[in-house]
């Protein structure tokens, strides 16, 4: 392996070619890091959902009610959420170890330490989603089915492709270019396995959005890139949905057939949230007892990055993505035919549900929400 | 209009022009069954050939669904919908339990009353798959393929198929009527697929068939070369012409599939069911059976991030919106002459005031033209969301299709953006709003119209 990733950067064996290697996704999750007991990072338990919500508000004492004012109700909450209090607990993850990166470049109280020891972990996603059923290793329904439909779906199909690479091992000036690609992905007999060498068509017009360029370097065979927002499609279901980190880096380990890390950034919470109810019904959030009215109190009051200038409350926070790539060539006749890169449309971040979104419903600056459960305190607002 | 709206009221023009190629236009050809003397077949707009009783309204049948907590509809040679008013929810779809009082009950019309039998007289007398079932009451309902039949409340016309929308996606959608037809006339390995461009011709697997332009009639001109991106569509040896189907000699002994006399293609790139990415070749066509109607010359169309929407005239994309009740009998209700409660939910969190915010409804101009019967103006009353009378004061001249107000969404910024794409129960499937879909090159929707 050595030989190939050394002497083997520049012969026709290795995928390094003229400099340039590619990669497509091939799996993708919230970074979460669980302990094998779960009081230990979770010590109340996991959080409620939809079914157990409903049954705690409406219990079935044979009362006649409305739908309206009940099922109704629920959706709309769900659909237009707000930072009111409440009405049930929040459990956070607790704990003091956790995956990610260290965003800001200090070391906070609310901050998390890695598996490794290092310390100065920003994932305050990991706090919201850590006792969510779904988002669990063990039980994670969305966790699985999110990562299913990377591989399955063409629309989700994102590549990077690294150039200026002088070998696999250290390169002190790389670029890396996010594309999305055209095709299947080049699987074993199996059809679940997916190898290494196949090929992709970059979409230069439905995924003209999706193209975008980062700056970054290979050192000890990690790629590392420098903070730039990334905008990535993330479909569920065969909903058009997509996904924005603001100050999204790479750190990724390359090898000649695969890349392996993490993104980390701050993922824009009204995007986020977005994604997630447009592609994951109340019914499948139900099955991982994802209560989304709960957890975008909890998104919103984790929130640690990039404050709106109007209110001054954080509108995105801290997460990193376990993230998978496996080696692929991208066909020059299609990188020939990109649009020039001032043509490419601009990908902004949802703004949020225009209405009814009230604003005494809001957080005013830092304050926070009295009924939480937060273990939350002194959180760091960012500048974009 | 600046010079971007221009270009993309070009591209509707295109887009529109380019399915008016020679094989669409004419109208689905059916094969003919032993039918009753009261029933007739009614080409429609949309759905193809439909049976229709006397008077020229369509006949639906309502198939038994597995929900996500149990079965609704018809079993055969039964009919379940009844003269009995449904009042609470049945909890077909979780997580909600059943038993809740359904909205505005006061007008809530009972299954039989939104679906009026196809009752069959003393005198009927069964024929080919034509049955005759006995309801609950003891009156008569006729059957085709042992599933009861019914009319529509709302369709008025010959050809109005208001009742089923075939644009509807169906992942988690209710246990939503369907139009009884005659087959479509194509030979085994063939189907007939409703778009919202109109009724594609696909294979059995449901992948898209093409044309050329290179070839004459009759023959083709794509060698061995091209037939590499180009797969002909061989017939069996037993294959026979048909109707508008006929056979080409592609080499000796070895028989292509033509159409209305072009030899007939699969794209090897498509990539997955009813795709239109072929059509990008120059020269190279899916084919139709029949077009749908252009829609107004008012809107556009922009790329998304996975295909083709309408849009207004801003750029903005079109939705629709989809209502079923979780009621046993699982009644329409994305209509504005029924309940809104479920709409104004959704769009305006219980207020319709922000609902007119939220997703506004598309103003038609006072030189606004209907197009087809699919495409029409409608009075909306604002402060309702109900129809208005003419010259109600305050009331807005929406565009509407399928009878139905097409709407924006206040969260789209820039053309392409589906923001308000499913948003809404069960990705919208259920009640909620769905962007208005023209073409899709990423997912293999059941039915890729606007949802």
């Given at each position: ?21 590619a990669y497509a996704v091939t799996n993708l999750r919230w ?354 | ?62 198939p038994l669904l597995q929900m996500r907590n149990g079965v ?380």
């Amino acid at each position: 392996m050595l030989a190939l990733l050394s002497a083997g950067a520049h012969s026709e064996e290795s995928p390094l070619r003229g400099g340039t290697i590619a990669y497509a996704v091939t799996n993708l999750r919230w970074a979460t890091y669980l302990k094998p007991e779960m009081r230990v990072d979770c010590p109340q338990g996991v959080n409620d959902g939809p079914r157990e919500q409903f049954k705690s508000l409406y219990p079935d004492d044979g009362t006649v009610r409305e739908l309206a004012d009940t099922q109704l109700q629920r959706e709309v909450d769900s659909w237009y959420p707000t930072t009111a209090p409440d009405r049930f607990p929040f459990r956070e993850a607790g704990g003091v170890v956790a995956i990610g990166m260290n965003l800001d470049g200090k070391v906070g109280p609310n901050d998390f330490t890695s598996p490794e020891g290092v310390p100065g972990v920003d994932n305050q996603l990991y706090r919201a989603l850590g006792c969510i059923n779904s988002y669990r290793d063990a039980h994670g329904t969305n966790d699985e089915l999110n990562s299913y439909e990377v591989v399955k779906e063409s629309y989700n199909r994102w590549l990077i492709e690294i150039t200026g690479v002088e070998n696999l091992t250290n390169s002190p000036h790389v670029e890396v270019n996010v594309y999305r690609g055209l095709d299947p992905l080049h699987t074993d007999a199996t059809g679940k396995g997916i190898l290494p060498g196949g090929t992709q068509r970059i979409d230069s017009r439905w995924g003209a959005r999706f193209i975008q360029h980062y700056r970054g370097r290979i050192v000890d065979g990690v790629l590392e890139t420098e903070p730039a927002d990334l905008a990535f499609p993330w479909s569920v279901f065969e909903v058009v949905a997509d996904e924005y980190i603001h100050g999204a880096r790479f750190r990724l380990k390359l090898t000649p057939t695969a890349a392996e890390g993490l993104i980390g950034g701050y993922a824009d919470i009204e995007t986020w949230y977005l994604q997630l109810m447009r592609s994951q019904s109340t019914h499948d959030q139900s099955y991982g007892q994802l209560s989304s009215i709960s957890l975008y109190k909890a998104l919103r009051r984790l929130a640690d990055g990039y404050p709106d200038p109007r209110t001054g409350a954080n509108t995105a926070i801290s997460s990193a993505l376990r993230a998978q790539f496996t080696q692929v060539y991208i066909l020059p006749a299609s990188k020939a035919a990109l649009p020039a890169t001032a043509s490419l449309p601009h990908y902004s971040p949802y703004a949020g549900p225009p209405f009814p979104r009230s604003a005494s419903d809001e957080l005013q600056g830092h304050e926070k929400d009295p009924a939480s459960s937060s273990s939350g305190n002194g959180q760091v607002a960012l500048k974009p | 209009m600046d010079l971007r709206w221009r270009r993309s009221a070009l591209r509707l023009t295109v887009i529109v022009s380019a399915l008016l190629a020679p094989l669409a236009m004419a109208s689905e050809a059916y094969r003919p069954v032993p039918m009753p003397p009261e029933v007739r077949v009614a080409a429609t707009e949309l759905d193809g050939p439909v049976f229709t009783d006397s008077k020229g309204h369509t006949l639906y049948q309502w198939p038994l669904l597995q929900m996500r907590n149990g079965v609704t509809g018809d079993h055969l040679g039964t009919s379940e919908c009844n003269e009995a008013r449904t009042d609470v929810s049945a909890g077909l779809m979780s997580p909600y339990p059943g038993g809740l009082r359904l909205p505005d009950l006061s007008e809530h019309p009972s299954c039989a009353k939104m679906w009026p039998p196809f009752i069959a007289g003393a005198a009927a007398k069964p024929v080919g798959k034509w049955t005759v079932i006995t309801r609950k009451d003891g009156s008569r309902q006729w059957a085709y393929d042992d599933l009861p039949l019914y009319t529509f409340y709302l369709d008025k016309h010959a050809g109005d198929v208001l009742g089923a929308r075939s644009d509807r996606p169906t992942l988690d959608a209710p246990a939503v009527r369907r139009p009884a037809g005659p087959p479509p006339d194509v030979p085994p390995g063939f189907a007939v697929k409703t778009m919202s461009t109109g009724r594609l011709l696909v294979t059995e697997q449901g992948m898209s068939v093409y044309y050329s332009d290179g070839d004459a009639h009759g023959k083709s001109s794509c060698d061995a070369t091209c037939a590499e991106t180009w797969i002909p569509l061989l017939a069996p040896n037993l294959g026979r012409a048909r109707g508008e189907f006929t056979l080409i000699e592609r080499s000796p002994g070895v028989n292509q599939w033509a159409f209305r006399g072009r030899p007939l293609y699969r794209y090897a790139l498509d990539g997955g069911s009813h795709r239109l990415k072929g059509s990008d070749t120059s020269g190279w066509h899916n084919v139709y059976t029949q077009l749908a109607p252009r829609p107004p010359a008012e809107f556009t169309v922009q790329d998304t991030t996975a295909g083709q929407v309408l849009a207004d005239s801003s750029g903005k994309t079109i939705y629709s919106y989809f209502c079923g009740d979780d009621g046993v009998d699982q009644l329409e209700c994305d209509h504005p002459g029924e309940t809104d409660a479920y709409r104004i939910a959704v769009c305006g969190g219980g207020d319709a005031a922000r609902c007119l915010k939220t997703f506004p409804y598309v103003i038609a101009s006072a030189k606004a033209v209907p197009s087809g019967r699919s495409w029409s103006v409608m009075l909306i009353d604002p402060a309702s969301g109900r129809p208005a009378l003419a010259g109600q004061p305050g009331a807005l001249r929406v565009w509407a299709y399928r009878d139905r107000p097409v709407y924006t969404y206040a969260g789209d910024h820039s053309p392409g953006d589906v923001n308000g794409d499913s948003h809404g129960e069960f990705r919208a499937e259920r009640n909620g709003y769905k962007a208005f879909w023209l073409r899709d090159d990423f997912f293999s929707r059941d039915q890729p119209g606007p949802g």
